[in-house]
T-cell receptor, first 116, second 113 residues
Framework: ETGVTQTPRHLVMGMTNKKSLKCEQH?????MYWYKQSAKKPLELMFV???????ENNSVPSRFSPECPNSSHLFLHLHTLQPEDSALYLC???????????????FGPGTRLTVT | ELKVEQNPLFLSMQEGKNYTIYCNYS?????LYWYRQDPGKSLESLFV?????AVKQEGRLMASLDTKARLSTLHITAAVHDLSATYFC?????????????FGKGTLLTVNP
């Protein structure tokens, strides 16, 4: 596997379920990101991790819980979601996430989540 | 709060024609990125514009940045069907210690034969 991978690619879950999204990067990067892409809305940054530490939580509801066990893996744990949480969830990575230093972000293919 | 506006949001054009997508942003930034997204696929980086007056070209696409006007353009020359995709601009903003991108809504480009 190369680049940034995400599993599963598609997920349908009920509002009472608990599920997790997984992201893995094979680029040796130290920063990882979760984005939400909803229909007709801009891509929204959710969380940023630098060197396994969470450095950004963009006012995301607590029903979304990220986890970064190491620099290569990022999870998004989901519980008691709402139908409006249905979206494409994209993971990205970059060499690091320090402000003022240009580092391009590389995106995974996304997980299409549907909450019923 | 940084806002990024793209227009048009939908663009249907004929093969062989030229067109420009515009990206305006609301606060000072020296770095702007253009991405392409095919249906069901990841975002692919097209251009990184790092300074005022930057111009980059790749094939039929050319991107430019005017930081004083807070405007970037993505110009399409002699469009071909393979260029059909959604194009996003993203502006770098440094909130606190993080390097963050704020995205526009995207422009869905359809090139018709």
């Amino acid at each position: 596997e190369t680049g940034v991978t995400q599993t599963p690619r598609h997920l349908v879950m009920g509002m009472t379920n608990k599920k997790s999204l997984k992201c893995e990067q094979h680029l040796g990067h130290n920063a990882m990101y979760w984005y939400k892409q909803s229909a007709k809305k801009p891509l929204e940054l959710m969380f940023v991790y630098n060197f396994k530490e969470q450095t950004e939580n963009n006012s995301v509801p607590s029903r979304f819980s990220p986890e970064c066990p190491n620099s290569s893996h990022l999870f998004l744990h989901l519980h008691t979601l709402q139908p409006e949480d249905s979206a494409l969830y994209l993971c990205a990575s970059s060499p690091n996430g320090v402000a003022g230093v240009f580092y391009e972000q590389y995106f995974g293919p996304g997980t299409r989540l549907t909450v019923t | 709060e940084l806002k990024v506006e793209q227009n048009p949001l939908f663009l249907s054009m004929q093969e062989g024609k030229n067109y420009t997508i515009y990206c305006n942003y609301s606060t000072t930034s020296d770095r702007l990125y253009w991405y392409r997204q095919d249906p069901g696929k990841s975002l692919e980086s097209l251009f990184v514009l790092l300074s005022n007056g930057a111009v980059k070209q790749e094939g039929r696409l050319m991107a430019s940045l005017d930081t004083k006007a807070r405007l970037s353009t993505l110009h399409i020359t002699a469009a071909v069907h393979d260029l059909s995709a959604t194009y996003f601009c993203a502006v770098e903003n440094s909130g606190g210690s993080n390097y963050k991108l704020t995205f526009g809504k995207g422009t869905l480009l359809t090139v018709n034969p």
